[in-house]
């Protein structure tokens, strides 16, 4: 009896003991995707992606990977945006609801409207063992990668976020806005101290990286990729051979943070383009932006398709900019038949072969009649400016409120007339926007949600340690 009593007790001893070490194993290897892919197109909705859908159908013959593969094959969602304090958004509050899950002001970055820090989902990743990135078009400091690796009052506080970003040892750091990592003494800088974060980062290790050259050839997994003092160009007018696109960074990002056995990573992949350019009202160069930041989108996607169980890829707007609409219009001012846009008109619309930034520069302050005429008919060739156009571009004098980008929104409203494409204004608008999300955890992003909600779930999946295949 004894006998068989103590023979039971080992056996329950190494049961329990198996079951133990066989859960603790499963707990570390954690539930939650190893590696979060986050694509955002800054300042696009619903409307921006379907132009570009047409776009790259219509004209190239190719499949638009947002639409076709991740709407089509993922879940779909839309997110309303409105922030703390007003019923549009700015970049800095809808970034940071979808990186916090909590609201706050226009213009506060990683804080709630009273000043207090709220928890990113970088962070979090960060702190569940993924390695973690930012990469954008804009300056690294900008607001939308701020709200994920930042907290501070006002996203104006560029030199503020790049002190933070050195100090919280993000993995990578691709993007524009050097000016805030050098000190007063130097070139370019837009600072007002002696410190010298690039120093400070080469002290730690990184691998500082200045053109798409060094980018393409760097080695291991810290690095800091700046390519120009402030953002770096639109699509239009970049240097391609000296200035990465978001689809050279963004391959560069997927490939820095996977090598030497990976642990798993959160990376924040932003092109601010879509947004500089709808403020412009410039259907080229924001048509040329969708078409690079769909490559990039691509990368995402097949990378996905390579680790599909360990995988989360979502995309997604913050906030609609310019509401614009593809529409008949009567033949002319007088009236006539109704015209409906066709191909042509999208057409029409890739043919410009620099943004409205550039042609303002070569327009310079108060351009005379002779000097308008000469840089419509060289770069908009076909395109005709009303007189109210003709004169706001000439003195700056506004003639709709809602449209006080110029001498941009002016040569812009002159282009709708050709492309069938409107603007409803050069600012953010109250629309929703898209998120699609597909791989571990997509579902949860189905249907009709704040962008709080967004955040929150972002929060969760990540809260999981990676998990990793056996
Ligand atoms: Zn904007």
């Not at 962070?123 to 501070?152: L, N």
């Not at 069938?420 to 929703?432: D, F, K, L, M, V």
């Given at each position: 009896m004894?006998?068989?009593e103590?023979?039971?007790?080992?056996?329950a001893?190494?049961?329990?003991?198996?079951l133990?070490i066989?859960?603790?194993?499963?707990?570390?290897?954690g539930?939650?995707p190893?590696?979060?892919?986050l694509?955002f197109?800054?300042?696009?909705?619903?409307?921006?992606?379907?132009?570009?859908r047409?776009?790259?159908?219509?004209l190239?013959?190719?499949e638009?990977t947002?639409?076709?593969?991740?709407?089509?094959?993922?879940?779909l969602?839309?997110?309303?945006?409105?922030s703390?304090?007003y019923?549009?958004?700015?970049?800095?509050?809808a970034?940071?609801?979808?990186?916090?899950?909590?609201?706050?002001k226009n213009?506060?970055?990683?804080?709630t409207p009273e000043?207090?820090?709220?928890k990113?989902?970088?962070?979090?990743a960060?702190?569940?063992?993924?390695?973690?990135g930012?990469?954008?078009t804009?300056?690294v400091?900008?607001?939308?990668p701020?709200?994920?690796?930042a907290?501070?009052?006002?996203?104006k506080?560029?030199?503020?976020?790049?002190?933070?970003?050195?100090?919280k040892n993000?993995?990578?750091?691709l993007?524009?806005?050097?000016?805030?990592f050098?000190?007063?003494?130097?070139e370019?800088?837009k600072?007002?101290?002696?410190k010298?974060?690039?120093?400070a980062?080469?002290?730690k290790?990184y691998?500082?990286?200045t053109?798409?050259k060094?980018?393409?050839?760097v080695?291991?997994?810290?690095?800091?990729?700046?390519?120009?003092?402030?953002?770096?160009?639109?699509?239009?007018?970049?240097?391609?051979?000296?200035?990465?696109?978001?689809?050279?960074?963004?391959?560069?990002a997927?490939?820095i943070?996977?090598?030497?056995n990976?642990?798993?990573f959160?990376v924040l992949?932003?092109?601010?383009?879509?947004?500089?350019a709808?403020h412009?009202?410039d259907i080229?160069?924001?048509?040329?932006?969708l078409?690079v930041?769909?490559?990039?989108?691509?990368l995402?996607?097949d990378?996905?398709?390579?680790h599909?169980?360990?995988?989360l890829?979502?995309?997604?707007?913050?906030?609609?900019?310019g509401?614009p609409?593809?529409t008949?219009v009567?033949?002319?001012?007088s009236g006539?038949?109704?015209?409906?846009?066709t191909v042509?008109n999208?057409r029409?619309a890739?043919?410009f072969s620099i943004?409205?930034?550039?042609?303002?520069?070569l327009?310079?302050?108060?351009?005379?009649d002779?000097?308008i005429?000469?840089?419509?008919?060289?770069?908009?060739?076909?395109?005709?400016?009303?007189?109210?156009?003709?004169?706001?571009?000439?003195?700056?004098?506004?003639?709709?409120?809602?449209?006080?980008n110029?001498?941009?929104?002016?040569?812009?409203?002159?282009i709708?007339?050709?492309?069938q494409?409107?603007w409803?204004?050069?600012?953010?608008?109250?629309?929703p926007v898209?998120v699609?999300?597909?791989?571990?955890g997509?579902?949860?992003?189905?249907?009709?949600m704040d962008?709080t909600?967004?955040g929150?779930?972002l929060?969760?999946?990540?809260s999981?340690p990676?998990?990793?295949?056996?």
């Amino acid at each position: 009896m004894k006998r068989k009593e103590l023979l039971y007790r080992c056996s329950a001893v190494v049961l329990t003991l198996f079951l133990g070490i066989f859960f603790l194993a499963a707990g570390a290897y954690g539930a939650g995707p190893k590696y979060v892919i986050l694509l955002f197109a800054d300042g696009t909705g619903l409307a921006q992606m379907e132009l570009g859908r047409m776009a790259n159908r219509y004209l190239y013959n190719e499949e638009f990977t947002v639409t076709d593969r991740i709407f089509r094959e993922g879940a779909l969602g839309l997110l309303t945006t409105q922030s703390a304090n007003y019923l549009v958004t700015d970049s800095a509050a809808a970034g940071t609801a979808m990186a916090t899950g909590h609201k706050t002001k226009n213009g506060m970055v990683g804080v709630t409207p009273e000043g207090m820090p709220v928890k990113s989902a970088l962070e979090v990743a960060q702190e569940t063992g993924r390695r973690v990135g930012i990469v954008t078009t804009d300056t690294v400091t900008d607001a939308t990668p701020a709200a994920f690796a930042a907290h501070v009052k006002s996203r104006k506080l560029h030199p503020q976020i790049a002190e933070q970003y050195v100090a919280k040892n993000l993995d990578l750091m691709l993007g524009g806005g050097r000016a805030y990592f050098l000190p007063q003494s130097a070139e370019g800088s837009k600072r007002k101290d002696d410190k010298d974060l690039l120093a400070a980062l080469k002290a730690k290790g990184y691998a500082y990286v200045t053109n798409l050259k060094e980018l393409k050839e760097v080695q291991g997994t810290k690095v800091i990729g700046l390519f120009a003092d402030k953002a770096l160009p639109l699509e239009l007018d970049r240097d391609r051979s000296t200035v990465p696109s978001i689809y050279e960074m963004t391959d560069a990002a997927l490939k820095i943070l996977s090598r030497d056995n990976s642990p798993g990573f959160f990376v924040l992949l932003e092109t601010e383009n879509t947004d500089t350019a709808s403020h412009r009202n410039d259907i080229s160069d924001l048509l040329a932006e969708l078409r690079v930041f769909d490559r990039a989108v691509r990368l995402a996607y097949d990378f996905y398709k390579a680790h599909p169980d360990e995988t989360l890829v979502l995309v997604a707007g913050d906030h609609d900019t310019g509401g614009p609409g593809m529409t008949y219009v009567k033949e002319s001012l007088s009236g006539g038949k109704t015209v409906y846009p066709t191909v042509e008109n999208l057409r029409v619309a890739t043919r410009f072969s620099i943004s409205l930034n550039k042609a303002k520069k070569l327009l310079g302050k108060n351009p005379s009649d002779k000097k308008i005429d000469e840089v419509m008919a060289k770069y908009f060739p076909g395109v005709t400016l009303s007189p109210q156009q003709r004169e706001a571009i000439k003195t700056g004098k506004l003639y709709a409120r809602n449209f006080y980008n110029l001498p941009q929104n002016a040569i812009g409203g002159a282009i709708s007339e050709l492309t069938q494409i409107y603007w409803a204004s050069r600012g953010h608008t109250q629309q929703p926007v898209y998120v699609g999300a597909i791989g571990v955890g997509a579902e949860r992003f189905r249907g009709y949600m704040d962008n709080t909600e967004f955040g929150r779930i972002l929060i969760e999946l990540l809260s999981e340690p990676p998990m990793a295949k056996r």
